[in-house]
């Protein structure tokens, strides 16, 4: 059967937009379906995302124009799947197009349409809150930016077709059914909110001010109904009182849904801390069961929450709301911990709802031929996370379970490598190659400058007076052309951009908005498609340097800004194009660790056809797991295991090395050379390998307690050593009451985060007793139980089977008695107050820590960074969660934060489909940003070898100058610092450029 290059990813959300550019980038053709008329899914409603607090359309925008401008990705909106024929490898699938009665090839986004249509219609994207045309745009930074007509209030009176310019307007355009041919689809439809109508304790629908919160995400949003005030829907007031409730439509077998949403709990301690910056007349309390901020950075987030913005947490569920209906107000009532209830008035809910599958699961389960779950979200394996039961297709996102952005995006990343593996054999035979206009040669010109300004809705806009600074940006010298945008970042800004430079002759381009950590690349990539060298670029960051950090000081903002801008300008007359050299990309992949997380990432590369190195630094493959009998699912992991080593020895494609450390890591991306030793036989010749790609998979190491008399006493175990009993029949029969305590070198201030895994395994532990044994007693000591996800499942089930669950506060942890030869507990419970608990046996659920040392020597050959917690700091949290800043070096597994078996697989497999990303071509680009050395100047002192920390500098013992290698250098300009005799610069910031910039700050 021949196989297809090409792949058709179902849903335009952020798991189906990094899909699509992974396979785009790795050398397929990708269709994106999306059933509304643009993509960017429930990321493009939010406000601002955590832990960081990104403007969440800030962050997403880059990926939105990236996907709608790729030359091999097409996007077919306003459409549904009907029918799929064929096997894995080779597909037809039948889409419906649904007219959009605007012609969206000719509508050029200009939105007049709209603005004259009489017609109203509701706004869906605003959750409904506000009034649309009937010729509308999803949202307004939509990719594609075409406009469609709402037949179903079109009264048909012409105005927009009368209006529109480029003749869009086509009122009786007819729905179009395709099919396309592809060998692989990636199912990635996202998920529904719950809805809290039926809900009538809660008063959603009838009171008001009882919002929901992706309602309270639009009020928050600069586009949204109130432009980013906080104001109550029933008269506009500010809410001084604003309570969130948790858990509704989850945790809840009777009238809602029995999982957990896994988001809940971070996203309403986000919307709280963003409410109370956006108006700081607002006091959030958050109502809570438990909280679960088991990611990474997660507690700290939640502590930063109640430290700094004084956010309150009761642990209550709410029984029932009231209305005053004197002032709207609500009236919440509740029981304490200690038992009392309380009645208290607040001026505004929000109901924090928990994800559902979405709408059409059934539908798509039946086209496809694929089993979903007992809730209706698709069925995948713990081993096996992103593959569903149907060959060839493959899951991510929202659908497979809930899931937060970032577990979306490394999902949505390792469908990607599946479909990587099944069609490698016809990669590159369908993609087209993107063509630029020749560039533009500015050499002699005078600079003609442009100055975009972004309003980013509030988040600039808010505090800076733009329309002030784009005035005075025209005053500068040789700024020929000054606009403000709403979004700079969208994908029409991106098209006036292009338009300006052309009808101005523009031959620099400066964008004042955000950072350009995330933003450059994208203006660098739409100033090169308007013919500039992408090098003629400067951002101005009036976002980070002067809104966020001047909030409340709107004058200092402004000011600010303009020095900005005015430096900006002042380089931006002197900057001059770079060029990129371009690099051959070594095939071959190091992998480092060889744990589950490095066996599944080496044999996704193997399983391509390329050469993979495995390190492992014991005598053993396995890691961590070797500890595991069996996930909480119930699957056997020692099997697994034995079959993924075996698998691993036995392709010939991948050459493993035993009790071997990294010696030395010399190169970059494409070009690296690593020297092993071997640990076994020091004095054995070392082995150097070339290639092209590096994947930290270097695990992580289990606390050991020096706490509550652990190796002092054998009836103190860890979770692994009960394990170990339980499953080979190893606990003395004379043990019968059994407590566990949780959080056992976690979330402490040694190790302040949650270790993910440890509430899982001790439900996972109790169940298995309990089913080994009815009869033996078993308390867990906890301060929250986190069984996120589909997990809550397996805590009802340990509590039905009759396990004690007791919590206990932070600060007044369990303690452990030995009296005489009997050891008893001491606990002051928040729930039930002071009790004695004699056991026979401890269990301590201890947490993961990284391998410090370890990691502390490898940071610094690979060049990248470790967090406060010594793991290894991924580029974005969000978007580029298994990449580092470093291009070429990818991590995954516990080498990145706590996490279980199957989110180590899908780590794994991302990295896979990220990597394939370089390795799917034969040469690369380097950066342009690079030192360059005056040979003339330098004396040859060798100061700048010490100083760089890439080895991208080399001293040229004929001469005795220093060369520096453009492909090793990273920009950082240490170099250029530590150089004595000034004879090193960086291009694009020599000297020249930054006195100039220095002499405009006054």
Same mark, same amino acid.
Request: glycine share 6%; hydrophobic share 35%.
């Given at each position: ?100 009665? @605007? #012609?969206?090839? !000719? =509508?050029? /986004? $200009? *939105? %007049? &349409?709209?603005?004259? +249509? ?30 469609? @007509? #709402?037949?179903? !209030? =079109?009264? /048909? $009176? *012409? %105005? &927009?077709?009368?209006? +529109? ?37 809660? /008063?959603? *629908? ?797």
């Amino acid at each position: 059967m021949e196989k297809i290059g090409a792949v058709l990813v179902i849903g335009g959300g952020i798991a189906g937009i990094q899909s699509a550019l992974d396979l785009a980038d790795s050398g397929y053709k990708v269709y994106v379906s999306e059933k509304t008329t643009g993509i960017g899914g429930v990321m493009s409603q939010l406000d601002k995302t955590f832990p960081t607090n990104d403007c969440s359309m800030c962050i997403l925008s880059p990926k939105l124009v990236e996907a709608g401008r790729h030359p091999n990705i097409e996007l077919l909106i306003n459409a549904n799947i009907v029918k799929l024929d064929g096997e894995a490898g080779n597909f037809n699938v039948n889409i419906l197009k649904k007219a959009l009665f @605007i #012609n969206s090839e !000719k =509508c050029t /986004g $200009c *939105g %007049i &349409c709209g603005q004259q +249509c009489p017609v109203e219609g509701i706004d869906i994207y605003n959750e409904n809150m506000v009034i649309n045309s009937a010729a509308f745009v999803k949202y307004p930074q939509s990719v594609p930016l075409v406009f469609s @007509i #709402n037949r179903d !209030k =079109c009264i /048909g $009176c *012409g %105005i &927009c077709e009368a209006v +529109c310019k480029a003749h869009a307007v086509e009122y009786f355009q007819q729905d179009e059914e395709i099919t396309i041919n592809v060998g692989a689809i990636i199912l990635a439809p996202g998920f529904d909110e719950f809805d809290p109508a039926p809900l009538q304790v809660y /008063g959603y *629908g009838k009171y008001p001010n009882v919002v929901s919160s992706i309602e309270f995400e639009r009020i928050l949003s600069a586009s949204g109904p109130y432009t980013g005030m906080v104001l109550r829907p029933s008269d506009g007031d500010i809410p001084e009182k604003v309570a969130f409730l948790q858990c509704i439509g989850s945790r809840d077998i009777h009238h809602a849904k029995p999982y957990c949403s896994s988001v809940c709990c971070m996203y309403t301690a986000k919307e709280a801390v963003i409410a109370k910056e956006h108006q700081h007349q607002v006091n959030p309390t958050i109502f809570t069961m438990d909280i679960r901020a088991y990611g990474k950075d997660f507690d700290k987030y939640i502590i930063r929450a109640q430290d700094e913005y004084g956010i309150k947490y009761i642990r209550s569920r709410i029984s029932s709301i009231e209305e005053n209906p004197d002032n709207k107000n609500l009236i919440l009532s509740y029981e304490s911990e200690n038992g009392s209830l309380i009645t208290e008035e607040y001026n505004m809910v929000v109901l924090s709802v928990g994800l559902n599958p979405p709408d059409d699961a059934i539908k798509l389960s039946k086209i496809f031929g694929f089993e979903l779950n007992e809730y209706n979200f698709c069925q995948t394996d713990t081993f096996t996370p992103s593959k569903t039961s149907k060959p060839g297709i493959f899951v991510c996102g929202a659908f497979a379970a809930p899931k937060d952005i970032p577990e979306s995006v490394i999902q949505a990343s390792a469908s990607a490598a599946h479909a990587n593996i099944l069609l490698h054999s016809v990669r590159n035979s369908l993609v087209t190659k993107k063509e630029y206009p020749p560039e533009i040669n500015v050499e002699g010109q005078p600079p003609r400058i442009g100055v975009f300004v972004c309003h980013c809705g509030v988040n600039i806009g808010g505090y800076v007076d733009v329309p002030d600074v784009v005035k005075y940006a025209e005053t500068l010298e040789n700024v020929e052309y000054a606009e403000r945008n709403l979004y700079t970042c969208s994908a029409d800004t991106q098209t006036k951009i292009v338009e300006s430079i052309k009808e101005n002759n523009l031959n620099r381009v400066i964008v004042a908005s955000c950072t350009p950590r995330t933003h450059e690349p994208l203006f660098q990539e739409t100033i090169r498609e308007a013919g500039l060298n992408p090098y003629l670029f400067e951002m101005a960051n009036i976002r980070d340097q002067c809104s966020w950090v001047h909030m409340h000081e709107p004058v200092a903002a402004t000011a600010k800004s303009k020095d900005l801008v005015r430096m900006a300008v002042s380089k931006a007359n002197k900057i001059e194009p770079l060029q990129r050299t371009i690099l051959d990309m070594n095939h071959n992949v190091l992998v480092i660790g060889g744990g589950i997380s490095g066996l599944t990432a080496a044999l996704g590369f193997a399983e391509q056809g390329f050469m993979t190195y495995l390190v492992e630094k014991t005598a053993e493959l396995g890691g961590h797991a070797k500890n595991i009998y069996a996930t909480i699912e119930g699957n056997n992991v020692q099997e697994y295991l034995s079959n993924i080593v075996k698998n691993a020895k036995n392709n010939e494609n991948l050459k493993i090395f035993l009790d071997t450390e990294i010696d030395t890591i010399e190169g970059f991306v494409g070009n690296f050379e690593t020297t092993l030793k071997s640990m076994e036989n020091k004095e054995s010749e070392e082995n150097t390998l070339e290639h092209g790609i590096i994947v930290v998979a270097t695990g992580g190491e289990q606390y050991q307690p020096t706490e509550y008399l652990y190796t002092k006493d054998p009836r103190v175990v860890t979770q692994i050593d009960f394990e170990k009993m339980l499953f080979e029949n190893e606990l003395d029969e004379k043990v019968n009451k059994i407590v566990m305590i949780q959080c056992i070198g976690s979330r402490n201030d040694e190790n302040p985060y949650c270790s993910r895994v440890c509430c899982a395994e001790a439900v996972k532990n109790s169940i298995k007793l309990k089913d080994l044994y009815p009869e033996k007693e078993i308390i867990v000591l906890f301060r929250d139980i986190r069984t996120y996800g589909l997990k809550e499942k397996y805590y009802r089930e340990a509590r039905s089977k009759g396990v004690m669950f007791i919590r206990f506060d932070q600060d007044l942890p369990p303690e452990l008695e030995k009296k005489g030869k009997n050891l008893v507990i001491h606990l002051d419970s928040p729930n039930i107050g002071k009790i004695d608990i004699d056991l026979d046996l401890l269990v301590l659920s201890v947490g993961i820590h990284p391998p410090y040392e370890s990691n502390e020597i490898l940071a610094p050959m690979l060049k990248v960074p470790l967090n406060d917690d010594k793991f290894f700091l991924e580029a974005h949290v969000k978007l580029r969660p298994v990449d580092f800043a470093t291009a070429g070096v990818f991590v995954c597994g516990l080498a990145h934060s706590p996490r279980s078996i199957d989110e180590s697989i899908m780590q794994a497999n991302a990295v896979v489909s990220r990597a394939s990303t370089y390795l799917s071509k034969d040469e690369i680009e380097s950066e342009g940003i690079v030192a360059h050395v005056d040979i003339s100047k330098c004396s040859g002192c060798g100061l700048c070898i010490e100083t760089c920390a890439y080895s991208a500098i080399k001293m040229d013992e004929e001469k005795m100058v220093v060369e520096i290698n453009s492909g090793l250098c990273k920009g950082c300009g240490a170099c250029v610092s530590s150089c004595r005799g000034s004879a090193i610069d960086l291009l694009g910031f020599t000297d020249e450029e930054l006195y100039l910039v220095i002499n405009e700050f006054k």
